[in-house]
């Protein structure tokens, strides 16, 4: 037996079929071509379902997950305007797909996939208590707590993106101050470079610089691994967590941002206190975690069932 | 039947029996004199709980549980080191209690303990997703989710005064800089207006100048307040609650501090987005949370087995 997942991102749908193993048996990618509004995203995301549908056959598949950019509600299973889905205003999503196809339908935040599809198959295996943060043009969390992403009242848990970790620090989309995609993200990063810089450059240019021993772009990194570190801090203290799995593009970074990151918690006083060592490690399942975490969904429910 | 709870705090020791229904039947005080050491104070813990275990009867009681400040590990039971019981190191208080009693002991942190009263018996009754908060000289809090309080992996769950919501903010206690508790507790309310007045205030003398209309005073609690704001919409963004129970002293400054705890979240990205109305309310059961909540540990445990 297989499900589909679909993780549906802002600037593509990548669609797959998973074994009850965890195995991607097959993938499809489109552009999410999302100026285009709901209806026609809609229709691209039906026409990679069906495309994988008919690879396996219908009566194979048990269900259907799919990993969207929040804010969603996955106990309504409404989308519910997410800022880089233009149109996209309170779409039954859940509902429709159920309608078209017949099987159960899941949705769920993608960085709360994300970090079911690590806890299940990825880095955070055997954790009881396990904080997923994405590390991208934006930052998102999911929580695992004892083999369950919390999902909230509302699907809301873990937005740690919008954390406030400076109320002086940079405007975020959100409208507040120093949420911690504002100062640490990879538009962080890329925005901190260009102010310095006086020219545009990507968070990946400013580490190939700071690699290269440039001061400036490591001056920037350096701020965003600082308030990175504060996050880490205020994850500690408000999740207690006994792993914490970074993926997404920044943590491509690597040693040196785990090093800084590992540094802020060494400062954590309830970490001290109780003698804690809390590993913190990089994602293992890459790009590919959203849609394993979505095609997860629907095994998830018929073990809880 | 009939528990018994025990508040263990840095000034004083209240004890009490509970019954099923969560009356509070006979309660104790004594003072902690914490400065006289672990053996000493555990020595005094016991003669209360001598003195309700003649009341009602050993025969009758269930168990015993203790609230205790942290940090502990509910999981060992172990008082890991608490800055104001000095002395205190890793001591294994819920082992020593069983072996005197021969009863079920749980340790739970006063916060946790104090979110449960409030979950099982006071403000929280019916909310599938509580977040307690307890603002006083420190600041704690405690998550009830699905009836359940979270403790993670090592008993530091929702150390929400220990949250970082200004990295330029006043030195903590802990080491680290700007803690919500650092900033925005009644000790930090006192500091800001000793420093304003240039006078020792408490912040009940605050809060009262503030009423009568001091200009000096209401910065010191805007400011206050300005900080808690940001910890409640970290809050919201991390735990995604139904329903804010906030207890402790600040707490009774009353509709002021709601009014501008209730403004902060109306900013808030997630709240808006979702539309949700997360409603803020005061605590219910006031001083005498914590020895009920500890006294509904035993209840908890049994229904759970």
Known sequence: MYSIGVDLGGTKILTGVLDEQGTLQHTLELPTMAADGPDAVIRRMRDTIDRMLDRVGRANVIGIGIGAPGPLNPHTGMVLGPPN????????????????????????????????????????????????????????GGVVIDGQVRQGAAGGFAEIGHMIVDPDGARCNCGNRGCLEAVASGTAIARMASEAFGRALTAEQVAELAMRGDNKAQQVLDTAFYYLGIGLVNIVNLYDPDLIVIGGGVARIGQPLFAALLQALGSNYFRRSYGMDVPIVPAQLGAKAGVIGAAALPWLAREQA
């Open 85 to 140: 889905l233009p149109g996209w205003d309170q779409i039954p999503l859940r509902d429709e797909l159920h309608e078209v196809y017949g099987l159960p339908v899941y949705l769920e935040n993608d960085a709360n996939a994300a970090a079911v599809a690590e806890h299940r198959f990825g880095a955070g295996q055997g954790s009881l208590q396990m904080v997923y943060i994405t590390v991208s043009t934006g930052i998102g």
